[in-house]
């Protein structure tokens, strides 16, 4: 960076940030009467955003 910015006095130096957002929980409390399996709704596809910035 030193080298360019020595190079380049009037250079300008961009940075590129990329951020996903899973829409999807990841852990879940679920309750059931004892001897009974609980049941747990999933969907099968993770809604998901995907944000760029400098």
Do not use: K, N
Not at 12 to 25: G, K, P, T
Not at 30 to 45: K, L
């Amino acid at each position: 960076m030193t080298d360019f910015l020595q190079d380049h006095p009037d250079g300008v130096v961009l940075a590129l940030d990329e951020m996903s957002l899973y829409f999807q929980a990841t852990l879940t409390r679920v309750w059931a009467p004892v001897g009974q399996t609980p049941i747990v709704a999933v969907i099968r596809s993770a809604t998901m955003c995907i944000s760029m910035g400098l």
